[in-house]
């Protein structure tokens, strides 16, 4: 899911630009991946921040899974990232999913056995969130910016990475996913020319939680 407070150019100066992190970036990257679905985050991992931070890092740093550094790009500017893009194609985002179950004894460890059966007993709401994913689309799992950056278009840039990496890979759609209760973001991605191709609305049982659901978007690529 998407933070979705929106911006791939890349200024030959060298003072802004969007690039792959580095290792030493990741704490920063791990808060935005975390910023870009507060509500899920803190329902899949009983926990908010910072403590959760620990539990994304478990999967930043390792391969072939969903939160991987490996499908992160940031945007940054005199050497501060201030934005980033995690997305990868549908395909691929399936089998990463599966690819977590591997990483569960230490996040058994990270987290404490009750909070790891708590987990398990949560992932249910998973079937949900890829239900209207399909193999053709090259999709966008998180995108934010950080609150001092905003308004700048840098999630406009960071959208347009998106595209650029997906017609490099073959894609003629991009997909993205955006909370129901969140208009200002759907408005904004309607202007960069995604169409609402399906809503999905959770079970109540969610709605405590502040998690109703999503509308799934699609732009064509032209």
């Known amino acids: 899911m998407l933070s979705l407070t ?11 630009m969007i690039r792959k992190p580095t290792e030493l970036e990741s704490a920063d990257c791990i808060k935005l991946i975390y910023m870009s679905g507060p509500e899920l985050f803190s329902y899949f991992f009983i926990e908010r921040e ?3 931070y620990r539990y994304i890092n478990v999967f930043y740093t390792k391969p072939d899974v969903m ?5 992160v790009w940031v945007k ?11 997305s990868l194609p549908s395909k691929v985002m399936k089998q990463t999913e599966k690819n977590m179950m ?19 007993l949560r992932s249910g709401l998973q079937k949900y969130l890829t ?35 997906a017609k490099e890979q073959g894609f003629s759609k991009i997909s993205l996913a955006v909370e129901l209760r969140n208009s200002d973001a759907k408005r904004i991605y309607e202007k960069f020319g995604f169409r609402q191709t399906a809503g999905v609305e959770f079970p109540r049982k969610y709605h ?3 998690i109703d659901g999503f509308y799934k978007m699609v732009k064509i690529l032209e």
Not at 67 to 71: D, K, L, V
Not at 76 to 86: A, M, P
């Open 6 to 16: 929106l911006a791939a150019a890349v200024r030959k100066d060298g003072i802004a």
């Open 50 to 52: 910072p403590e959760v």
């Open 67 to 71: 939160f991987s550094s490996e499908n």
């Open 76 to 86: 940054v500017e005199n050497d501060k990232v201030c934005g980033l893009l995690l």
């Open 102 to 120: 591997k990483y569960g004894k230490e996040l058994t460890k990270t987290v404490g056995l009750r909070n790891s059966i708590r987990m398990m």
């Open 131 to 165: 239900s209207v994913n399909h193999d053709d689309e090259y999709y966008i799992c998180n995108l934010a910016v950080s609150e001092a950056y905003r308004g700048r278009g840098f999630g406009v840039e960071l959208l347009h990475k998106a595209e650029e990496l």
């Open 208 to 210: 405590k939680h502040s």
